[in-house]
C-alpha cells in the first residue's frame, strides 16, 4: 500500500499518512462504544480513516471535529488527545476539519434507543449496536444529543495513542534505541540520556513508518489533565474581543445580504421593492423561497432596504392563533393518534379505578431557541465549487442541503465550520444556509454574506415542540400509588427530519423523554404518548423532550406526594430504582440540607429527571416576597461518569439552569395571524442577571459510562421551580412559563 | 465624517444615522463589538463613549461625532489586559462568548466609577447585558475579582 498521499476528504486514510512536510495520524482500531454482535463482519478497514492528529514540521494540529457552540468542545476533544500524546496547551492548533464520515457520532444512538438506560438486555444492547452502525454507515457527523464527551471519550485518547506510540516508533528507527526505552513529555521523544527529540522535528520520518495500533490508553491515575481545571483554549480570544465568530468574517469582494422571509413560513405571493431599489448602498433585490433578500454593501443598509419591501404574503398551513394550536393538542389524546405506549407496570387502569383519581393537566409552550449571535452565513459559488463559511452542526447534511440548490456534487460543497455564538439547537436548521445559497447562486463568483436580522432570526425560529400532559394517580398510606401520564406533543424531530427529507422510523421518543424513562419503581405506572400533528414547524430545543417530559413527570409526581402527605425528597427516594439516580438524589439532599426550617414565605421543590442517560437531581429555593417569587438559591446533582474539565462542567451546569429556569419563569412564542408575536428579547427576556440564584453544582462520578452535560441539567429546573413556588405559595403552575400565574423579582 | 475609535481618527463616508455599531463592524473592520438585538435589549455591543458604557446599535454615527468610542479592542489585549478581562479569563467567564465583549464594557465602565460595589450594585449595573448561556455566576465572581484588582488589593 502507498504510504505517501494526500489527505482527500472522503478518502480511506490506512494508518498514518504522508501530508505535504509531515505527517497524519488515524485511528485504526476504534473502541467500541458497547459490544455488538451485530457489528461483527462490518468492512474491517471501515475505522481506519479517522484523521484527528496532523504533524508537519513545526505545527502540531489537532482535529476537533465536534463543533463548538460555546459548550467547550475544541477544548474538551484537544484534551482528550493531547492528554494520550503527552502534549501541553500551547503546544498545538486546533481545526475543525473537513465535514467527513471519519467523524461519525459513536455516542448518538445511544440514547436514540427506546430503552431504559438501566436495560441491559440482550434486545436492547443489540438494537442500541445497530442504531450505532447505521449511523456508522450514513457516516453520521454531528453535534449534539449531549454526545460530544461521549463520542470523544475512548475515540480521541485512542487517536493520541496511536499517534504517540508510532512518533516513539519513528525516533527509535532515527536512533537505532528500541521503542521499549523511550519515553514523551511535552511534544517530545525523551531518549534515555535525556535527550529531547520534538514531535515536529521527527514528522518527516513518521510518516514512512507503519503506524503502531495495538496502544494501551493510560490509567486515570496517570491522567495530568483529565479531571483537572484546565483554561479553555479560547477563553482569552472570547475575553478580550479577538475571536472571529461567523457573523464577523469578512472576504474580498464581499457584499451583504438581509433577508424579509414570510413570517407565517408559507410562500411569498409577490413583493413591491420600488422604495428600496434606491435606497443608499443597495445593489440588488432578489426573490428567495418564502421571501425576498435585499443584496447591499453593508447590513444594516441592506436591512434597512429590506424592511422597506413590501410583501404580500401566504397563509400559514398551521392554525393562525394559539387556540387553535391548544385545540389540536388536546384533541389528540385518542387512541388514533397514539404514537406509543411507553411504559406500563402494574395495573393503572385497576389502580386507577380502585382509588380516588387525582388528576392535573399541564402545559409546554413553543420557545426560541435564539442564540446570542443571529443567524448568518457567507457563501461563494463558483462552477468548481461552493464555499461555505457557518458554524453548523451537521457538516455532512449541509453539503447536501447545499449541493441541491446549487447542482454540484456534495464533495464539490466546501464547508469552513466557525466557532458558534450559541446555539441551542438552532444551528441544527439550515435556512440561513440555503438562502444565503440561494442568493450567492444567483451572483455566482461573489461572496454573499447574509445576516438575519433578530427579528427575522425570532419570526423563522423552528421552535421547541408544543405539548400537553394528563395525568391520573393514586395515592394510599403515605404513599405514591399510581401514576398515569399520557402526554401528547407535536413532534421536534419529524418536523425537523422532514426539512431534510427524512423520516423519523417508529415512534418519536422525544415526545415522552423525561417522563418514560423515568427512574422510579411504581406499584402502578404507564406513560402513553400521542403525536400531535405538525403545527408551527419545530426542532431540537437543548434537552429536547425531557424539557417538557421532565416538568410532566416531576410536576404530576410531585403533586401526588403532596396528595399522599409524603416528603418530597424520601418519596422520591423511597421510589428511585436505579441507583446513579438514588446517589443524585441523596446529594442534593445533603447539598441543600433537605428537611432544616424554612423561613417564613420560603419554599423549596425537587425534581430529578434522566435525560441522556444522566439523572440531575435539583432543588429549587424560592422566597415568595412582596415583589414576587425571588429564586434564591439551586442544588444540583448530576452523574455523569467523568468529568472532564471541572471548571467548564460548574460552568456548563449553571448556564443549563439559568437557561432553563429563564425559560420557566417568562418565556414562550405565541403565533397570531400565524406569526410569532416575541420578535426580540424585549418579549422573549429569560434570566437577566439580577434574577440569577446562587447555584451549587456537584458532579458525580459513580456510573460506568462517561456521559455529556449540556442538556440534561435542564429538564429538572422548571419542576423542581414550579414545585418550590407551590411549596411556598399553595399555588402549583402547571403550564409554563410560570409568570402567567406568579411575578418573579 | 470623522469618528474617533480605539484613539485613531479614521474618516467614514456614511448616513449620518448609522448606529456606529455597523460603522465600528462594517465600515472599519472592529468586529470585538457584536450585533445581538439592534435594540438596546442585550448589550452585546456595549461600547465606551467618553468612557460611558452606551448601546452602539443605539448611538447615530452624527451622535459620536467628536467623542472618543472605545471598543473591547481598545480596552485591552491579549498581551496587555485590563484588570476586567483578566478576571474574566481567570474565572473562565465565556462560554459561547458572543455577549461577553459586551459585558467586560459594561463591567469596566461601572467599576471605573465604583470600585467598591455591592452585589446590588453589581446586579444593577450588569443586568442590562443578556447572556443566553447563563454565565451570571461567573460574570458576578469576574466583576468582584476585578474590583479587587482595580482597588489595588490583588
Not at chain 1, 505535504?20 to 468492512?43: I, S
Not at chain 1, 441592506?302 to 401566504?314: E, I, K, L, P, R
Request: charged letters at 20%.
Amino acid at each position: 500500500m502507498s504510504r505517501i498521499r494526500t489527505i482527500a476528504r472522503r478518502s480511506f486514510i490506512f494508518g498514518s499518512v504522508a501530508i505535504a512536510g509531515g505527517v497524519a495520524f488515524g485511528a485504526y482500531m476504534l473502541r467500541k462504544p458497547h459490544d455488538n454482535p451485530l457489528e461483527d463482519g462490518l468492512a474491517a478497514g471501515e475505522a481506519t480513516f479517522n484523521p484527528w492528529v496532523k504533524i508537519s514540521g513545526d505545527t502540531i494540529t489537532l482535529i476537533t471535529p465536534h463543533t463548538d457552540l460555546g459548550q467547550g468542545a475544541t477544548s474538551m476533544q484537544a484534551a482528550l488527545i493531547a492528554e494520550e500524546m503527552d502534549l501541553d496547551f500551547g503546544q498545538f492548533v486546533t481545526d475543525f476539519g473537513p465535514p467527513s464520515a471519519a467523524y461519525y457520532n459513536t455516542a448518538i444512538a445511544e440514547d436514540g434507543a427506546p430503552f431504559l438506560t438501566t436495560d441491559d438486555s440482550l434486545t436492547a444492547t443489540l438494537t442500541r449496536g445497530a442504531m450505532g452502525s447505521a449511523i456508522k454507515l450514513l457516516g453520521m457527523q454531528l453535534t449534539g444529543g449531549s454526545s460530544s464527551v461521549p463520542d470523544s471519550f475512548d475515540k480521541l485518547r485512542q487517536a493520541g495513542a496511536i499517534a504517540r506510540e508510532t512518533l516513539k516508533l519513528a525516533a527509535a528507527q532515527e536512533t537505532g534505541l528500541d521503542a521499549r526505552v523511550l519515553k514523551t513529555q511535552s511534544g517530545a521523544v525523551v531518549l534515555p540520556d535525556g535527550t529531547r527529540l520534538a514531535y515536529t522535528d521527527l514528522a518527516a520520518r513518521a510518516a514512512m513508518v507503519e503506524p503502531v495500533q495495538d496502544v494501551t490508553l493510560r490509567p486515570p491515575s496517570e491522567w495530568r489533565l483529565i479531571g483537572k481545571p484546565m483554561q479553555r483554549l479560547d477563553i482569552v480570544s472570547k475575553s478580550t474581543g479577538t475571536l472571529t465568530y461567523g457573523i464577523d468574517l469578512k472576504l474580498d469582494g464581499m457584499v451583504h445580504a438581509a433577508v424579509k422571509l414570510n413570517p407565517r413560513r408559507a410562500p411569498m405571493n409577490g413583493f413591491d421593492g420600488s422604495a428600496a431599489k434606491d435606497m443608499r448602498g443597495v445593489l440588488r433585490i432578489l426573490p428567495v423561497t418564502n421571501g425576498v433578500a435585499v443584496i447591499a454593501d453593508n447590513t444594516w443598509r441592506a436591512f434597512q432596504a429590506v424592511d422597506a419591501v413590501d410583501c404580500d404574503w401566504g397563509a400559514a398551513s398551521y392554525p393562525a392563533e394559539m387556540d387553535g394550536h391548544w385545540g389540536e393538542i388536546e384533541a389528540s389524546f385518542t387512541p388514533e393518534r397514539l404514537d406509543k405506549e411507553w411504559r406500563h407496570e402494574g395495573d393503572v387502569p385497576a389502580a386507577l379505578d380502585a382509588g380516588e383519581t387525582i388528576e392535573a393537566e399541564y402545559r409546554a409552550p413553543y420557545l426560541a431557541h435564539q442564540p446570542l449571535e443571529p443567524l448568518s452565513a457567507i457563501v461563494t459559488v463558483t462552477e468548481a465549487s461552493v464555499e461555505v463559511w457557518v458554524a453548523h452542526q451537521m457538516p455532512r447534511f449541509l453539503q447536501a442541503e447545499v449541493a441541491k440548490i446549487t447542482g454540484h456534487s456534495a464533495d464539490q460543497v466546501i464547508l469552513h465550520n466557525q466557532y458558534a455564538g450559541g446555539s441551542f439547537g438552532h444551528r441544527l436548521e439550515f435556512e440561513n444556509v440555503k438562502l444565503a445559497t440561494e442568493i450567492a447562486n444567483q451572483m455566482r463568483g461573489t461572496p454573499v454574506k447574509l445576516t438575519f436580522s433578530r427579528e427575522q432570526d425570532f419570526a423563522q425560529d423552528f421552535g421547541r415542540h408544543i405539548g400537553a400532559a394528563r395525568g391520573r394517580g393514586v395515592v394510599r398510606d403515605g404513599r405514591v400509588e399510581a401514576l398515569d401520564l399520557h402526554i401528547a406533543s407535536t413532534s421536534a424531530s419529524r418536523s425537523q427530519m422532514g426539512r431534510i427529507g427524512q423520516s423519523l422510523p417508529g415512534a418519536d421518543a422525544q415526545i415522552p423523554a423525561g417522563a418514560w424513562n423515568a427512574p422510579y419503581a411504581l406499584s402502578n405506572f404507564r406513560v402513553t404518548a400521542y403525536a400531535v400533528p405538525e403545527l408551527a414547524p419545530a426542532s431540537s430545543w437543548r434537552s429536547v423532550g425531557a424539557s417538557s417530559g421532565g416538568f410532566y413527570m416531576e410536576s404530576f409526581l410531585d403533586e401526588l406526594i403532596h396528595a399522599a402527605g409524603a416528603d418530597p425528597m424520601a418519596e422520591r427516594l423511597r421510589l428511585c430504582n436505579y441507583d446513579l439516580a438514588r446517589k443524585a438524589l441523596e446529594a442534593v439532599a445533603e447539598m441543600s440540607d433537605w428537611g432544616r426550617a424554612l423561613g417564613p414565605n420560603e419554599g423549596r421543590g425537587v425534581a430529578m429527571v434522566e435525560s441522556f442517560g444522566v439523572p440531575v437531581a435539583e432543588v429549587v429555593d424560592v422566597t415568595a416576597t412582596q415583589d414576587g417569587i425571588r429564586i434564591d438559591k439551586v442544588y444540583v446533582a448530576a452523574e455523569v461518569g467523568k468529568i472532564v474539565d471541572p471548571v467548564n462542567f460548574e460552568n456548563h451546569v449553571q448556564g443549563a439552569v439559568v437557561w432553563a429556569l429563564g425559560h420557566a419563569m417568562n418565556c414562550e412564542l405565541t403565533y397570531s395571524d400565524g406569526m410569532a408575536d416575541q420578535r426580540n428579547f424585549d418579549t422573549h427576556t429569560g434570566m437577566r442577571l439580577y434574577q440569577c440564584p446562587e447555584i451549587l453544582v456537584r458532579g458525580l462520578e459513580n456510573g460506568p459510562k462517561v456521559r455529556g452535560i449540556g442538556e440534561p441539567p435542564v429538564p429538572p429546573a422548571a419542576p423542581a421551580l414550579a414545585n418550590a413556588i407551590f411549596a411556598a405559595t399553595g399555588q402549583r403552575p402547571r403550564e409554563m412559563p410560570f409568570d402567567k400565574f406568579v411575578d418573579f423579582i | 465624517m470623522k469618528l474617533t475609535v480605539n484613539g485613531t481618527v479614521h474618516e467614514v463616508d456614511v448616513e449620518p444615522e448609522m448606529p456606529i455599531l455597523w460603522v465600528l463592524r462594517d465600515e472599519l473592520g472592529i468586529t470585538g463589538v457584536k450585533y445581538g438585538c439592534g435594540i438596546a435589549q442585550c448589550g452585546a455591543c456595549t461600547v465606551h463613549l467618553n468612557g460611558e458604557a452606551v448601546r452602539s446599535c443605539q448611538i447615530w454615527a452624527e451622535g459620536a461625532e467628536g467623542a472618543e468610542i472605545t471598543t473591547i479592542e481598545g480596552l485591552g489585549t491579549p498581551d496587555a489586559l485590563h484588570a476586567v478581562q483578566a478576571a474574566w479569563i481567570e474565572h473562565q467567564v465565556a462560554q459561547c462568548g458572543y455577549c461577553q465583549s459586551g459585558q467586560i464594557m459594561q463591567a469596566a465602565a461601572f467599576l471605573a466609577e465604583n470600585t467598591a460595589p455591592s452585589d446590588a450594585d453589581i446586579d444593577d449595573a450588569l443586568s442590562g447585558n443578556l447572556c443566553r448561556c447563563g454565565t451570571y455566576p461567573r460574570i458576578r465572581a469576574a466583576v468582584k475579582t476585578a474590583a479587587k484588582t482595580l482597588r489595588g488589593e490583588i
